[in-house]
């Protein structure tokens, strides 16, 4: 009967669903048969599909009353006691990538534990011994491995059960009183007992940080949909406010129209009455002449002069006098004052648009970025700083491209403005910068201030009355002296003592409050560094001291 079982082990007697010895086996009315729950199972899954049979799929109406086999249950209850066991489906078995059961005879079957005291692997049969035998109680049994013979010591063939702290390696115990005699080792079981309390104190603090890090995420995920709805909000607004600009220049456009029409009309109009008296004195001049040319033509002397006394003397026209030929303008004078009009608002977009841009594009949600470490990341933030006329000193010639001033021994011809320095030989940017930025002065002598100022700064006074770059709360300033350096804060000096440069770089983050002075030669050298807080955008300066011809010019960064 054993070698019957033997023959009929290849599924015969195993459930498809289970792929194990059928227990309380069913037949349903294809001929298929199950084990009980198996079926059940799979019909309550199905349950608002109609039953059918899992290998054939025929389908059943109504349900079938499930019934046990009892002759089949029987008879696999009669082959279990010969040996019967249900053929193995292929995924138990073991494939290349697997560890295969070291005791499997033909096909071997994937190992579901490794002995670390045989140095072997093992299928659920062919573990059975170490859960049955006490023989094998002090076995340790891990995953499988495909690397149990590094266990094993290259060198005596035993198992390697301590472990050497001195040169860090496992080693078996004849290693521990040859080569690694007197080094300090212990149990292997002992090293790894105290690497894994050092690894779960490592996996809580990881554990830690990745809930920080959670938290972390789930904040920009919230800074996300706020960016998102303030900048649709925004964009709104801003078209909004836009659309208002445009009704309202196009009214005041309307309006300009409107009153020249009118005023064409009264012009007009005047013009056309003066016209027709103009056209009857020319009537009534015609028929003078024509009466005296009649009167003259006559050859009756008498006549002649019996009708002559009745000729009315001329009368002096009123109008001709205060008819005066001038240029064709009239309206050209209007169109002047609106190009004066569009030169004032594109100087207001000008600057204005600047603060604008610069406040979108530095919009910033994260955490304050650290300060560059190399020239390299500077230059990521490097801005183009152009220099604006109407603040620049007389004393100083502003360049072509408004990027260089220059010392002057007499004035320039620059018009009165209410921004300009009237007594400090310096000047302002036209950028205003709220964000992080970096320029670069070059200098073509010592004596040289280089500055950052909010744009109330007093323009009017001297230096010493607070007009100048550092004298004053307004404004922080690197002197640039031909051996040193000194800084200025609200009439405040800081000496400082550096190899002189004739460039000077300046790195601003306004929002972290930070605002550094490097020299640059070659390499970067910090000279000052403040710590603050900014209360509004602030604007790029320098102020020459000296003499005729000195010079800075904001350099231009690739």
């Not at 729950?37 to 049979?53: A, F, M, Q, T, V």
């Not at 940080?209 to 938290?215: A, D, L, N, P, T």
């Not at 026209?317 to 030929?325: C, D, G, K, L, Y």
């Not at 990341?377 to 620049?392: A, H, M, Q, R, W």
Request: one cysteine or more; proline letters at 4%.
């Amino acid at each position: 009967m054993a070698q019957q079982g033997d023959q009929l082990d290849q599924g015969t007697f195993s459930c498809s669903i289970c792929l194990e010895v059928l227990k309380d086996p069913v037949t349903i009315p294809c001929g298929h048969s199950y084990c009980m729950n198996c079926i059940k199972s799979y019909w309550d899954e199905g349950e608002k599909k109609l039953p059918s049979c899992p290998q054939c799929r025929q389908t059943f109406i109504p349900k079938p009353a499930l019934v046990k086999n009892t002759m089949l249950a029987a008879l696999v209850e009669q082959l279990k006691k010969t040996g019967l066991q249900a053929a193995p489906a292929d995924h138990c078995y073991a494939g290349p990538e697997d560890v295969a059961c070291d005791f499997c005879s033909g096909r071997k079957l994937k190992a579901v534990k490794s002995c670390l005291v045989c140095l072997a692997s093992y299928c659920q049969k062919h573990l059975q011994p170490h859960h049955d035998s006490s023989t094998f109680k002090k076995h340790k049994l891990v995953d499988p491995s495909k690397n149990l013979q590094d266990n094993i010591c290259p060198r005596h063939g035993e198992v390697m059960k301590m472990f050497c702290r001195t040169d860090q390696k496992c080693i078996c115990y004849l290693c521990s009183v040859d080569e690694h005699k007197g080094h300090d080792t212990v149990l292997a079981s002992a090293e790894r007992t105290e690497r894994q309390r050092e690894m779960e104190v490592s996996r809580q603090q990881i554990q830690q940080e990745i809930q920080v890090r959670e938290k972390d995420v789930k904040l920009l995920q919230k800074e996300v949909e706020a960016i998102n709805q303030s900048a649709d909000k925004t964009v709104e607004d801003s078209e909004e406010i836009f659309t208002e600009l445009i009704s309202l220049l196009q009214k005041r456009s309307s309006d300009v129209k409107q009153q020249i029409r009118s005023q064409q009309e009264t012009e007009v109009r005047r013009v056309r009455e003066l016209e027709e008296k103009l056209q009857q004195e020319i009537s009534d001049l015609k028929r003078r002449d024509a009466e005296m040319k009649q009167l003259s033509d006559t050859e009756d002397h008498n006549q002649f002069l019996h009708s002559r006394p009745s000729l009315s003397p001329l009368s002096q026209s009123t109008h001709s006098s205060r008819i005066s030929i001038r240029p064709l303008r009239y309206f050209k004078d209007v169109t002047a004052a609106v190009s004066e009009v569009r030169g004032q608002l594109q100087d207001i977009l000008r600057d204005t648009w600047t603060n604008v841009s610069l406040t979108i594009t530095e919009v910033d949600v994260l955490l304050p970025q650290p300060e560059p470490t190399s020239r390299a990341g500077f230059l990521k933030y490097s801005c183009e700083i152009t220099l604006d006329p109407n603040t620049v000193n007389t004393k100083l010639l502003l360049s072509k491209k408004n990027r260089k001033v220059t010392l002057m021994k007499q004035d320039q011809s620059y018009s009165d403005h209410p921004d300009r320095f009237i007594y400090v030989r310096q000047v302002l940017s036209r950028e205003s910068l709220t964000g992080r930025h970096y320029w670069e002065v070059e200098m073509t002598a010592s004596g040289v201030d280089v500055a950052v100022s909010y744009k109330n700064i007093s323009r009017s006074g001297g230096w010493w009355e607070g007009s100048g770059f550092g004298y004053n709360d307004k404004s922080w300033s690197l002197y640039c002296s031909s051996d040193s350096y000194e800084f200025c804060h609200n009439n405040i000096r800081t000496s400082i003592s550096a190899p002189q440069s004739s460039r000077i770089g300046v790195y601003l983050d306004h929002r972290a409050g930070v605002l550094s002075f490097y020299s640059i030669s070659g390499t970067m050298t910090l000279l000052h560094r403040v710590q603050t807080t900014f209360t509004q955008p602030l604007h790029a300066g320098v102020w020459i001291y000296y003499s005729p011809g000195d010079s800075a010019e904001f350099c231009k960064l690739k």
